[in-house]
């Protein structure tokens, strides 16, 4: 089981590798858009990403209301955690 700390260290390095992000610019509260600039071309990346890390897809419709690290981190937590 993934912990939200465990999700955030993983999408952070996915955002330095993919987008060439600096690590220090990337928080909880950082904006996806205004803050690192992700345009939604990135973003259909970084969910391709995050489905090849977890082998389950985000959907798009889940994503359209992420804004920020923090909304993404959520998400994938929703996603990995096992159905009660």
Not at 42 to 65: C, M, N, W
Request: net charge negative.
């Amino acid at each position: 089981m993934q912990t939200r700390d465990d999700i955030f260290n993983t999408l952070r390095d996915a955002l330095v590798e993919l987008f060439e992000l600096d690590p220090e610019r990337i928080s909880l509260g950082s904006n996806l858009y205004q803050d690192l600039e992700i345009d939604s071309i990135d973003a259909v990346d970084l969910i391709d990403h995050i489905k090849r890390q977890t082998g389950k897809k985000i959907a798009a419709e889940e994503f359209k209301s992420v804004r920020t690290v923090s909304d993404v981190v959520d998400a994938v937590y929703r996603l990995v955690q096992p159905a009660a």
